[in-house]
């Protein structure tokens, strides 16, 4: 599974993270978590309030700081 | 009826009576303006966040960008400020914001009333005017606010700075047909529930400080302490007192209070208004984002014709009231 956190490194997006790591590691799953900090690129995605979460390259939020409880529904 | 009566005979009967302070004593006057303002401006702050930050759930970026492309130049100006008095600047997405707007079609002025109105016109500020000098003067801070949007976006618009902007925005694709996504009623209420804490957490510290400092204004300071030197009489305070205001970005919750103290030391309405709105509009970290995507002329550009409106405010109001 390939995740991506979408943020330019503001506080939130670092909160964003930590959580998905939490999920990931609660869930013992196989996960590629990558940070896209590039602003073009977090654009491309269409994605105008960071920070934002890419599971397989499919936007699942945007705007908010998801809870680990809230991650782990986009991972199953 | 003053809505906030009962607590100033509570806060009395807490000062006079529990802490046995004089009536009518410089200590006394001055415990019972802290007390008083902390207690009053906490609660208004809490209701107006609230209340800010729920209609804000229905104005995602991604849904301003729908409304505001496509529209008319002026009417568009219009819309966008009014949308920016819901929206605070947020470091985190001024940029992503700016490139979307622009992206997505949205004229260059338009993006530029959203971009003013959204720091200018902060709810915080709002909430403190209401609370320590009546609504009549935060509904005039709100006013005067959009129309500076409007008219310095529709200005800035007119003056086709497209080729300041950074080349590589307009190189940008955006994906389209990104679904909005839908919240429920609970998850609105609990959203807007959570930014008012986190809000309140972060301005509480310096709120207390700048009502103590005004608190000691109030009681301790010469009664026409600024008349002389920041009197309406004095044609450079407005402008000094925006320059003074641009260092001073995020704390307007601190510096609020103090300023609502020197008015009653003789600063004109005016001028104060000017310090405040250039503390939450002229702000260096936001000039520092925003110049990813702006060449240094259009940054330069925007500032001044913000500032200029921002003093044109001020001597109007001095003049007026």
Partial sequence: ?76 | MDPFYPLQIFVNWLVYSLFSLEQGSVIGGAINFFIYDSIKILILLAVIIFAVSYIRTYLAPEKVKKLLSRKFEFIGNMIASTIGIFTPFCSCSAVPLFIGLVESGVPLGVTFSYLIAAPLINEIAAALLWGLFGWKVALLYIASGWVISVVAGFILGKMHLEKYVEDYVYKIKMKQGLKAQKKLQKERISESLGETKSIIRKVFLYLLIGIAIGAFIHGYAPENLLTNIAGKGNWFAVPIAVLIGVPLYSNAAGMIPIVSSLIEKGLPLGTALAFMMAVTALSLPEAIILRKVMKLKLLIIYFTIVALGIIFIGYLFNWIL
């Avoid at chain 1, 993270?17 to 896209?36: H, P, S, Y």
């Avoid at chain 1, 654009?43 to 945007?62: C, D, H, Q, R």
Wanted: aromatic content about 4%.
């Fill in chain 1, 1 to 76: 599974m390939k995740i991506k956190i979408l943020g330019s490194g503001c506080p939130n997006c670092k909160v964003l993270e930590a959580n998905t790591k939490k999920a990931v590691e609660d869930m013992k799953i196989k996960a590629d978590i990558e940070k896209v900090t590039d602003i073009a690129k977090i654009m491309e995605y269409g994605v105008m309030s960071t920070p934002a979460l890419v599971v397989n390259e499919k936007v699942v939020s945007y705007g908010r700081v998801l809870s680990p409880e809230e991650i782990k529904k986009f991972l199953k």
